[in-house]
């Protein structure tokens, strides 16, 4: 019987590839997710009069 632990260059395709897809994913969904707030922000700050989209005090 063959096992994949009996290969240490197996192990890691089996399990290195698959968490290295994750992890790219991972990113690209922190990404989408961090500019689709930075355009959320942006637009409420359109069509909130006197408002910024960048923190900081508040404006006199």
Not at 1 to 17: S, Y
Not at 32 to 54: E, K
Request: charged residues 10%; hydrophobic residues 55%.
């Amino acid at each position: 019987m063959f096992a994949i632990a009996d290969n240490p260059a197996l192990l890691v395709v089996a399990f290195g590839i698959p968490l290295l897809i994750a992890a790219v994913v991972l990113f690209a969904l922190y990404w989408v997710v961090r500019l689709a707030v930075r355009h959320g922000t942006t637009d409420a700050s359109r069509r909130t009069p006197g408002a910024s989209a960048l923190p900081g005090p508040p404006s006199t």
